[in-house]
């Protein structure tokens, strides 16, 4: 993309002596003239307060000598890679000597984050693509625990609300149901390069030590490959830095009205190593969360406690000619006690066991990368280990089998394995960048599920294997036209082989085992032009592609049932096509930004995890589907303390046509994602007698949805709005910080479901975590 209306890509290194011929203009043409002279990219950030005359170049000099010599006095150079920089405005006032924490009170500008979701780094707001992301900071004050607390924040975001480490998550109102079953993710989750999600659920990590997430919309089949519909988020966390020490450790309490108090205790710690060639980064947390429903049946209160417990350990080492090496371990366990749906429409739920979910995750990655002078390499492998067991109350559910009549709970396991290998190679020269890729992947996933008392198990329902693996050759190539216009084209060539086994003992010989396989393969596309009417608006309209690959289901399953379901053998693969054109404008001059996008996706087969009549799991190609929809980012700076952002969108996700192999109808709305959301934060920042202190407020607004593709009154859900308050004060290394979520105590219905196995008996309902306060304190180091 361009970055002021005139770029150039980079055909030897910036570091190499060019001549250059500037004379002292407008700060705009020169830079124009500085990116054709340098053949690098060069983008001025909106709103920084550098601006004026330039100063005059003559001779020959490396880009980054030139760039500095050129600019006005207090500007600032920002290098993003060897080809790329950004011209900053005067760096904020330094606090006092005595402080240890130098934090301007304001927050950082949003358009001066960098963000790499598209796999090179680009000013966010410079980035001709629909992209968001929440820095360091703002994740903190929004109380970013997991992604669930600040996804409300980011435009087109939807997350169920099944509980911690079992949520699914929808972007742009792409939903291919509530449930969470054997089809791919529409969301692809990353944790800095590596995925680390299939067709399970958000693991929920707790983001302890994360510089940001960065949330790319729309289907990203060409970088991202298979389970990217929607978009991605990443998490992307904070790299160990082999210049200095530094340390935090964060503990905070929490009391919730009408239930349990919770506790917590984050820490991280880095280390440089090897006189500065190396250092490693720690992370440890523990949190509790208390509950706030009641069980009267048992006798029981605040039934829906869970523990978080986790870590990481980051470690990079520099070597030779501008390669380096780095290597990750995460883990993360969640232990909940008990669901947290109601079949009362209060805090309260009748059931006769207890619900438990315990979700385990362990990731392991490895990259090796450079940063050349031709092209850039980055090479990455990965490995994750996925566990998630699940109770559920089934009583009288199998009453029809030999055994159930004994039975009280089904319980379920399901571990999913992924190995994955990715290498890219990316550069330019001229009027040319691009970026050429290597996928390989491969997967297991093991999944049971049995009938118990509760106390002793009575015998397996099913068990399923499926393995898989995965190859694909992708590329892109950006080409700039003129010096306003660019066009960036990709494609990705991809197969991909599965193997099913499955089995379903308490049917007996009525339903032998299962064995199958399919291969899937094909090409997903992308094209988006781009144009700078000046160096700081924008436009863009682009074509793109998504996909998921087919499957199989167990058609044993059918002979579990008291009505036998028609169960399809098999799902077919679908695919995602979205129209979109979008850009970025200041307004009030430059004091407000404006991001905006315009979209329509056409979705064929669309895959849906359902259930049948017993509870059980399927998986079915529904139907077709599409949504129009129109979303909106704005960023007022009014003063350097305060600053307002705002985000909403308004859509019209459907399903076109229905196959009738379950009850579904067209033009009811797709399951668990609202025609509009918005959401709006307000901050305030100051300094006075040595201390730094902000307050905050943040709500909003998630609109009325359906949990089924039927849309029939009682899976209705949504329509509600959340508030919360926070505040912080620093001095020194410490920093004390307080906030209200849930500030007007609402009862609103959240999600419509929570047992698949008592769901067809009554009503359920997920409300909003009671009003809670929480409190923290921080110590840096």
Same mark, same amino acid.
């Given at each position: 993309?361009? $970055?002021?209306?005139?770029?150039?890509?980079?055909?030897?290194?910036?570091?190499?002596?060019?001549?250059?011929?500037?004379?002292?203009?407008?700060?705009?043409?020169?830079?124009?003239?500085? %990116?054709?002279?340098?053949?690098?990219?060069?983008?001025?950030?909106?709103?920084?307060?550098?601006?004026?005359?330039?100063?005059?170049?003559?001779?020959?000099?490396?880009?980054?000598?030139?760039?500095?010599?050129?600019?006005?006095?207090?500007?600032?150079?920002?290098?993003?890679?060897?080809?790329?920089?950004?011209?900053?405005?005067?760096?904020?006032?330094?606090?006092?000597?005595?402080?240890?924490?130098?934090?301007?009170?304001?927050?950082?500008?949003?358009?001066?984050?960098?963000?790499?979701?598209?796999?090179?780094?680009?000013?966010?707001?410079?980035?001709?693509?629909?992209?968001?992301?929440?820095?360091?900071?703002? $994740?903190?004050?929004?109380?970013?625990?997991?992604?669930?607390?600040?996804? $409300?924040?980011?435009?087109?975001?939807?997350?169920? *609300?099944?509980?911690?480490?079992?949520?699914?998550?929808?972007?742009?109102?792409?939903?291919?149901?509530?449930?969470?079953?054997?089809?791919?993710?529409?969301?692809?989750?990353?944790?800095?390069?590596?995925?680390?999600?299939?067709?399970?659920?958000?693991?929920?990590?707790?983001?302890?030590?994360?510089?940001?997430?960065?949330?790319?919309?729309?289907?990203?089949?060409?970088?991202?490959?298979?389970?990217?519909?929607?978009?991605?988020?990443?998490?992307?966390?904070?790299?160990?830095?082999?210049?200095?020490?530094?340390?935090?450790?964060?503990?905070?309490?929490?009391?919730?009205?009408?239930?349990?108090?919770?506790?917590?205790?984050?820490?991280?710690? *880095?280390?440089?190593?090897?006189?500065?060639?190396?250092?490693?980064?720690?992370?440890?947390?523990?949190?509790?969360?208390?509950?706030?429903?009641?069980?009267?049946?048992?006798?029981?209160?605040?039934?829906?406690?869970?523990?978080?417990?986790?870590?990481?350990?980051?470690?990079?080492?520099?070597?030779?000619?501008?390669?380096?090496?780095?290597?990750?371990?995460?883990?993360?366990?969640?232990?909940?006690?008990?669901?947290?749906?109601?079949?009362?429409?209060?805090?309260?739920?009748?059931?006769?066991?207890?619900?438990?979910?315990?979700?385990?995750?362990?990731?392991?990655?490895?990259?090796?990368?450079?940063?050349?002078?031709? %092209?850039?390499?980055?090479?990455?492998? %990965?490995?994750?280990?996925?566990?998630?067991?699940?109770?559920?109350?089934?009583?009288?559910?199998?009453?029809?089998?030999?055994?159930?009549?004994?039975?009280?709970?089904?319980?379920?396991?399901?571990?999913?394995?992924?190995?994955?290998?990715?290498?890219?190679?990316?550069?330019?020269?001229?009027?040319?960048?691009?970026?050429?890729?290597?996928?390989? !992947?491969?997967?297991?996933?093991?999944?049971?599920?049995?009938?118990?008392?509760?106390?002793?198990?009575?015998?397996?329902?099913?068990?399923?294997?499926?393995?898989?693996?995965?190859?694909?050759?992708? &590329?892109?190539?950006?080409?700039?036209?003129?010096?306003?216009?660019?066009?960036?084209?990709?494609?990705?060539?991809?197969?991909?082989?599965?193997?099913?086994?499955?089995?379903?003992?308490?049917?007996?010989?009525?339903?032998?085992?299962?064995?199958?396989?399919?291969?899937?393969?094909?090409?997903?596309?992308?094209?988006?032009?781009?144009?700078?009417?000046?160096? !700081?608006?924008?436009?863009?309209?682009?074509?793109?592609?998504?996909?998921?690959?087919?499957?199989?289901?167990?058609? &044993?399953?059918?002979?579990?049932?008291?009505?036998?379901?028609?169960?399809?053998?098999?799902?077919?693969?679908?695919?995602?096509?979205?129209?979109?054109?979008?850009?970025?404008?200041?307004?009030?001059?430059?004091?407000?930004?404006?991001?905006?996008?315009?979209?329509?996706?056409?979705?064929?087969?669309?895959?849906?995890?359902?259930?049948?009549?017993? &509870?059980?799991?399927?998986?079915?190609?529904?139907?077709?589907?599409?949504?129009?929809?129109?979303?909106?980012?704005?960023?007022?700076?009014?003063?350097?303390?305060?600053?307002?952002?705002?985000?909403?969108?308004?859509?019209?996700?459907?399903?076109?046509?229905?196959?009738?192999?379950?009850?579904?109808?067209?033009?009811?709305?797709?399951?668990?994602?609202?025609?509009?959301?918005?959401?709006?934060?307000?901050?305030?920042?100051?300094?006075?007698?040595?201390?730094?202190?902000?307050?905050?407020?943040?709500?909003?607004?998630?609109?009325?949805?359906?949990?089924?593709?039927?849309?029939? %009154?009682? !899976?209705?859900?949504?329509?509600?709005?959340?508030?919360?308050?926070? &505040?912080?004060?620093?001095?020194?290394?410490?920093?004390? !910080?307080?906030?209200?979520?849930?500030?007007?105590?609402?009862?609103?219905?959240?999600?419509?479901?929570?047992?698949?196995?008592?769901?067809?008996?009554?009503?359920?309902?997920?409300?909003?975590?009671?009003?809670?306060?929480?409190?923290?304190?921080?110590?840096?180091?």
């Amino acid at each position: 993309m361009a $970055l002021t209306g005139a770029v150039a890509q980079a055909q030897t290194s910036a570091d190499s002596p060019r001549s250059f011929q500037i004379p002292a203009q407008p700060l705009p043409q020169a830079l124009e003239q500085f %990116a054709e002279q340098a053949s690098v990219s060069v983008g001025l950030a909106p709103g920084a307060g550098c601006a004026g005359v330039s100063r005059a170049v003559t001779g020959s000099l490396s880009a980054a000598a030139a760039l500095a010599r050129l600019l006005p006095e207090g500007c600032r150079i920002r290098q993003l890679d060897r080809r790329s920089f950004v011209v900053l405005g005067p760096a904020p006032p330094r606090a006092p000597a005595t402080m240890e924490r130098p934090a301007p009170p304001a927050a950082t500008p949003l358009d001066e984050l960098i963000v790499t979701a598209e796999r090179r780094p680009e000013m966010l707001g410079r980035a001709t693509y629909a992209v968001s992301a929440l820095d360091r900071e703002a $994740l903190a004050r929004l109380g970013g625990g997991g992604f669930q607390d600040v996804a $409300l924040q980011l435009v087109g975001m939807t997350v169920t *609300n099944l509980g911690s480490g079992r949520n699914k998550i929808f972007i742009r109102g792409l939903s291919d149901g509530s449930f969470t079953g054997r089809t791919q993710s529409t969301v692809g989750l990353y944790l800095d390069d590596a995925p680390i999600t299939y067709d399970a659920p958000d693991p929920d990590l707790r983001l302890v030590d994360v510089d940001r997430v960065e949330v790319l919309r729309g289907p990203q089949g060409t970088l991202y490959g298979s389970g990217s519909i929607g978009g991605i988020v990443r998490f992307v966390t904070a790299r160990p830095d082999p210049a200095a020490f530094a340390a935090e450790v964060t503990t905070h309490g929490a009391v919730t009205q009408d239930g349990a108090p919770s506790s917590g205790l984050d820490g991280w710690i *880095n280390l440089p190593l090897l006189s500065g060639a190396a250092a490693v980064r720690g992370v440890a947390y523990t949190e509790d969360r208390g509950g706030y429903l009641d069980n009267p049946r048992l006798g029981l209160k605040d039934v829906n406690d869970s523990r978080r417990v986790g870590g990481r350990l980051a470690g990079l080492i520099k070597l030779p000619d501008n390669w380096d090496i780095s290597a990750t371990l995460s883990h993360q366990s969640i232990n909940a006690a008990d669901a947290q749906y109601t079949t009362s429409g209060g805090l309260t739920r009748d059931t006769g066991v207890q619900e438990p979910h315990d979700n385990d995750f362990n990731h392991a990655a490895l990259t090796l990368s450079h940063e050349g002078r031709a %092209a850039d390499v980055k090479i990455t492998t %990965a490995y994750i280990d996925h566990r998630l067991d699940t109770r559920y109350d089934a009583a009288d559910a199998f009453a029809a089998l030999p055994i159930g009549a004994t039975a009280k709970a089904v319980d379920e396991g399901q571990r999913v394995k992924l190995w994955l290998g990715e290498g890219t190679i990316s550069g330019g020269g001229g009027r040319t960048r691009g970026l050429v890729g290597l996928f390989v !992947s491969g997967g297991e996933e093991e999944d049971a599920a049995q009938l118990s008392t509760g106390a002793v198990p009575l015998g397996a329902l099913y068990r399923r294997r499926d393995v898989n693996s995965e190859g694909a050759l992708y &590329g892109e190539a950006t080409y700039s036209l003129t010096r306003r216009i660019s066009v960036t084209a990709g494609g990705r060539l991809f197969a991909r082989r599965l193997e099913t086994t499955a089995e379903t003992p308490l049917a007996g010989a009525a339903a032998p085992p299962f064995s199958a396989r399919r291969i899937d393969e094909g090409v997903a596309g992308k094209l988006r032009v781009a144009y700078a009417w000046t160096p !700081s608006v924008t436009f863009y309209a682009q074509v793109q592609d998504g996909y998921r690959p087919g499957g199989f289901n167990n058609p &044993g399953l059918a002979k579990l049932d008291a009505t036998p379901p028609q169960i399809p053998v098999a799902f077919e693969p679908d695919r995602l096509r979205s129209y979109e054109v979008g850009g970025e404008a200041p307004l009030m001059g430059g004091a407000l930004r404006l991001r905006w996008d315009l979209f329509h996706a056409q979705w064929r087969r669309l895959q849906s995890d359902q259930f049948v009549a017993s &509870g059980l799991p399927i998986t079915v190609n529904i139907g077709d589907g599409a949504n129009t929809g129109i979303e909106a980012e704005v960023l007022w700076t009014l003063t350097r303390q305060l600053q307002v952002r705002a985000e909403a969108m308004f859509d019209d996700p459907q399903l076109t046509r229905a196959n009738n192999i379950i009850p579904a109808l067209p033009d009811v709305g797709l399951p668990g994602v609202p025609y509009e959301t918005a959401a709006l934060d307000v901050r305030y920042g100051w300094q006075v007698a040595g201390l730094e202190a902000s307050v905050s407020a943040q709500t909003a607004y998630v609109g009325r949805s359906s949990l089924s593709f039927a849309g029939e %009154a009682a !899976s209705g859900m949504g329509g509600y709005a959340t508030a919360r308050l926070q &505040g912080d004060v620093a001095a020194r290394a410490w920093r004390i !910080s307080a906030w209200i979520d849930n500030l007007a105590n609402a009862r609103a219905d959240t999600f419509a479901f929570g047992n698949p196995f008592s769901r067809p008996l009554g009503l359920q309902s997920t409300p909003l975590r009671p009003r809670t306060l929480t409190a923290s304190v921080s110590r840096r180091f």
